[in-house]
């Protein structure tokens, strides 16, 4: 996102984010308009455009930079020299935390990819082809050692991040499991999905 320089900038760059995600998430990227993202900020809705070329750029931008932060902070905690089964546990139970509480993110991840013009939509889908390799080449490996059963790695990839991410569309703070306890169990939905019915590791 174009940036005005200096720390109010900065300050009103973020807020014109945060409304942005907020927004499109609740309504719908068409159904937002730019002067609806600056009267929630209480700027005039041209100097949306110090921040951002266009609505389009706005959704970009919200797309690619939740892929970046996510594929980062799957480097930062990636296992190195572990058992497909250890990377499968380590990438389930960070794809559960790590979404639970970006239901808005997420939410316009998924479900704005229409709305991007195709050059845009190639870089985004570039980014989720990469996150989600990281789980098929984990399936691939375990397929390939004899630990998983996993005739399909690249369908049973998209199913199983379907359902991990699907914890943001109704997790609440204040229900009767915490989010480590909600992550175990999706950790055990897995490890049933590719063939592994042992217990997890501790």
Request: glycine share 6%.
């Amino acid at each position: 996102m174009a940036r005005k320089i200096g720390s109010n900038g900065e300050r009103t760059a973020g807020a014109v984010r945060r409304a942005a995600i907020q927004l499109i998430a609740r309504y719908g990227f068409a159904a937002v308009s730019m002067r609806q993202i600056a009267a929630e900020i209480g700027v005039q809705a041209g100097a949306l455009y110090l921040y951002t070329p266009d609505k389009q750029s706005l959704l970009r931008d919200i797309m690619e930079d939740h892929l970046e932060r996510l594929l980062a902070a799957w480097d930062a905690v990636a296992p190195s020299g572990a058992s497909p089964e250890e990377r499968l546990e380590a990438f389930v139970r960070f794809h559960v935390r790590y979404h639970i509480d970006r239901r808005d993110e997420v939410a316009i991840a998924y479900m704005e990819l229409r709305n991007l013009t195709p050059e845009n939509f190639r870089t985004i889908e570039a980014q989720r082809r990469a996150y989600e390799d990281i789980l098929c080449d984990i399936l691939r490996d375990g397929a390939a050692a004899g630990t998983f059963d996993v005739p399909e790695p690249r369908i049973a990839t998209r199913g199983l991040i379907a359902m991990l991410t699907g914890v943001t569309t109704w997790f609440r703070r204040d229900g009767p499991l915490d989010i480590d306890e909600i992550a175990e169990t999706y950790l055990a939905m897995a490890r049933g999905a590719v063939g592994l019915r042992a217990p997890a590791l501790a």
